[in-house]
């Protein structure tokens, strides 16, 4: 990260926060759950999928308090940040009111005062470190005891709101900016199919919709249509792919060498220029029979047995007037009504083919419909390419505008405004009595759990004496000291309250960072 602004500092967020995970009863009960509303509210990552609001009151199922008491969920007060920790790691959402999660959460309760808004948009922008600190093999987890060294930039509780409140108004433009740029591309579609459908239809040219004959495929080709062929691996003549069919064209590129070795009459395998080639089956009946023209081809190829070869006699249709009508509504209907389907894959056959029929205009009108069609393809092929590039420029805006945020550049900073170093003492020191604290009765579980009574006040006594450095970090007071995270940062608060403490916090403005320093008596 960039220097901090002034008046700010930074300190690992579970120094002033308490880090709260969940639980899930189990599921095969289902005197564990409830309809939403009608229980303990409760959420897991699945309920955040798509989710867009800020805060969130409940998921798409509530406890019950029988559910409630055999899990590990805690009761989050209103105004908690929600972060999920693991598939996926970094939805964030606030709490509206009491709430419990999964243990896919780790949450956040802050300290009084502290604007919920600011933590929800600083973890959005801290979700790439929390990625990066998970661990896991099957899936990344972040673990509480991980979540709690998250590096937090904390600005004067005035400047909190003043960011809040511009990446409020920020990010709700820069989403609805987003919003749009997603609706393109069915636009688009919707276009590209109204071009085909009114070619089909004669519209497009102005020819009186309807005029045109309709006429049998198979009527107007120069020689019948036939079904390629398909052979082993070899260091013959090439042989295109399926994949070679790609936007109503024919990849040439996408072919192998094949060993013709036994095959007689290899001619009536190969492709030339004009030729539409179809595919003979696919698994969603949409794409069945979808084709694509033969372009630029200067060297013998032959197409496989999973197309069929469609050759016009150009004296009567053109080989790109059938590319464009041929994605119409109107014959995509004909080949889907004709499709069959065996062992799930949808196939056509030749006769299916033959049978489509087809609007025949003049030569000429063929000739303007598809100038026209081209052009208007064209067009939206240009507009594709600039959504395409705008897309990426907006999509780095949100986190562009959070990085500005949290290096101080959003709003304008009030000399006025306590700094965040004062805030951050009086918040450590205080936080176990003016955070909400998380309230609930824990059930019985299997083997040992450990609470703050495991934690012996005398033996972390003793391991802060043995410290070799009067000052120290929480993290290397953990290594003096096993047990559960949680547990051992409750007993350290206990002990910071006591009479005659033998820990005192500080903030150490170099490391712009919490420290704790021994009290030598």
Same mark, same amino acid.
């Given at each position: 990260?960039?220097?901090?602004?002034?008046?700010?500092?930074?300190?690992?967020?579970?120094?002033?926060?308490?880090?709260?995970? #969940?639980g899930?009863?189990?599921?095969?009960?289902?005197?564990?759950?409830?309809?939403?509303?009608?229980?303990? =509210?409760?959420v897991?990552?699945?309920?955040?999928?798509?989710?867009?609001?800020?805060?969130?009151?409940?998921?798409? +199922?509530?406890?019950?308090?029988?559910?409630?008491a055999?899990?590990?969920?805690?009761?989050?007060?209103?105004? &908690? %940040?929600?972060?999920?920790?693991?598939a996926?790691?970094?939805?964030?959402?606030?709490?509206?009111?009491?709430?419990s999660?999964?243990?896919?959460?780790?949450?956040?309760?802050? =300290?009084?005062?502290?604007?919920?808004?600011?933590?929800?948009?600083?973890?959005?922008?801290?979700?790439p470190?929390?990625?990066?600190?998970?661990?896991?093999?099957?899936f990344?987890?972040?673990? #509480?005891?991980?979540?709690?060294?998250?590096?937090f930039?904390?600005?004067?509780?005035?400047?909190?709101? $003043?960011?809040?409140?511009?990446?409020?108004?920020?990010?709700?433009?820069?989403?609805?900016?987003?919003?749009?740029?997603?609706?393109? =591309?069915?636009?688009?579609?919707?276009?590209q +199919?109204?071009?085909?459908?009114?070619?089909?239809?004669?519209?497009?040219?102005?020819?009186?919709?309807g005029?045109?004959?309709?006429?049998?495929?198979?009527?107007?080709?120069?020689?019948?249509m036939?079904?390629?062929?398909?052979?082993?691996?070899?260091?013959?003549?090439?042989?295109?792919?399926?994949?070679a069919?790609?936007?109503?064209?024919?990849?040439?590129?996408?072919?192998?060498?094949?060993?013709?070795?036994?095959?007689r009459? %290899?001619?009536?395998?190969?492709?030339?220029?004009?030729?539409?080639?179809?595919?003979?089956?696919?698994?969603s009946?949409?794409?069945?029979? $979808?084709?694509?023209?033969?372009?630029?081809?200067?060297?013998?190829?032959?197409?496989?047995?999973?197309?069929i070869?469609?050759?016009?006699?150009?004296?009567?249709?053109?080989?790109?007037?059938?590319?464009?009508?041929?994605?119409?509504?109107?014959i995509?209907?004909?080949?889907e &009504?004709?499709?069959?389907?065996?062992a799930?894959?949808?196939?056509v056959?030749?006769?299916?083919?033959?049978?489509?029929?087809?609007?025949?205009?003049?030569?000429?009108?063929?000739?303007?419909?598809?100038?026209?069609?081209? &052009?208007?393809?064209?067009?939206?092929?240009?507009?594709?390419r +600039?959504?395409?590039?705008?897309? $990426?420029?907006? $999509?780095?805006l949100?986190?562009?505008?959070?990085a500005?945020a949290?290096?101080?550049?959003?709003v304008?900073?009030?000399?006025?405004?306590?700094?965040?170093?004062?805030? /951050?003492?009086?918040?450590?020191?205080?936080?176990?009595?003016?955070?909400?604290?998380?309230?609930?009765?824990? =059930?019985?579980?299997?083997?040992?759990?450990?609470?703050?009574?495991?934690?012996?006040?005398?033996?972390?006594?003793?391991?802060?004496?043995?410290?070799?450095?009067?000052?120290?970090?929480f993290?290397? /007071?953990?290594?003096?000291?096993s047990?559960?995270?949680?547990?051992?940062?409750? &007993?350290?608060f206990?002990?910071?309250?006591?009479?005659?403490?033998?820990?005192?916090q500080?903030?150490?403005?170099?490391?712009?960072?919490?420290?704790?320093?021994?009290?030598?008596?």
């Amino acid at each position: 990260m960039s220097e901090l602004p002034i008046g700010w500092g930074e300190a690992p967020i579970g120094s002033f926060c308490r880090v709260v995970g #969940g639980g899930t009863p189990p599921s095969k009960d289902p005197a564990n759950f409830c309809p939403p509303g009608k229980g303990i =509210p409760w959420v897991t990552p699945a309920d955040l999928s798509g989710y867009r609001r800020q805060a969130i009151e409940r998921g798409a +199922r509530d406890l019950t308090t029988v559910g409630f008491a055999a899990c590990g969920a805690t009761m989050l007060p209103a105004g &908690a %940040v929600l972060f999920s920790s693991r598939a996926p790691i970094g939805y964030v959402a606030v709490a509206a009111n009491e709430i419990s999660t999964n243990q896919g959460f780790k949450s956040f309760v802050l =300290p009084q005062g502290f604007d919920s808004r600011y933590c929800y948009y600083q973890l959005k922008y801290l979700k790439p470190q929390a990625e990066m600190i998970a661990t896991g093999t099957t899936f990344k987890e972040l673990s #509480g005891a991980a979540a709690a060294t998250l590096p937090f930039r904390v600005a004067p509780l005035n400047e909190q709101t $003043r960011i809040a409140d511009q990446l409020d108004i920020l990010l709700a433009r820069i989403q609805a900016c987003n919003d749009r740029l997603d609706a393109i =591309p069915a636009l688009l579609k919707r276009f590209q +199919r109204a071009v085909l459908d009114a070619a089909a239809s004669g519209e497009l040219i102005e020819e009186e919709p309807g005029s045109a004959p309709l006429v049998k495929l198979g009527s107007v080709l120069a020689e019948p249509m036939r079904n390629g062929k398909s052979v082993r691996d070899g260091g013959g003549l090439p042989v295109l792919r399926l994949t070679a069919l790609k936007n109503s064209r024919i990849d040439l590129r996408e072919a192998k060498t094949g060993d013709w070795t036994d095959v007689r009459d %290899v001619q009536r395998f190969l492709i030339r220029n004009g030729d539409y080639l179809v595919s003979r089956g696919n698994g969603s009946k949409e794409l069945v029979g $979808r084709g694509g023209i033969v372009d630029g081809c200067d060297s013998d190829i032959a197409f496989p047995d999973t197309m069929i070869r469609i050759r016009p006699n150009v004296s009567r249709l053109l080989p790109d007037y059938l590319r464009f009508v041929w994605g119409a509504r109107a014959i995509r209907r004909q080949i889907e &009504a004709a499709a069959k389907t065996t062992a799930g894959i949808w196939k056509v056959s030749q006769p299916d083919l033959e049978g489509v029929m087809i609007p025949l205009p003049s030569l000429e009108l063929q000739a303007a419909s598809t100038k026209r069609i081209q &052009a208007l393809m064209d067009l939206a092929g240009h507009i594709e390419r +600039r959504h395409a590039a705008s897309t $990426r420029y907006a $999509r780095r805006l949100t986190p562009l505008t959070l990085a500005k945020a949290f290096r101080g550049e959003l709003v304008p900073q009030d000399p006025t405004d306590e700094p965040a170093s004062a805030l /951050l003492t009086k918040l450590i020191a205080t936080s176990s009595n003016t955070a909400a604290e998380p309230s609930r009765t824990r =059930p019985k579980t299997r083997g040992k759990r450990p609470t703050m009574s495991n934690f012996d006040k005398d033996a972390i006594k003793a391991a802060i004496l043995r410290l070799k450095a009067d000052r120290f970090s929480f993290d290397e /007071l953990r290594e003096q000291v096993s047990g559960d995270y949680e547990q051992l940062k409750a &007993a350290l608060f206990e002990l910071l309250e006591e009479p005659s403490p033998v820990v005192r916090q500080v903030f150490d403005e170099k490391a712009k960072a919490m420290q704790l320093v021994r009290v030598r008596s």
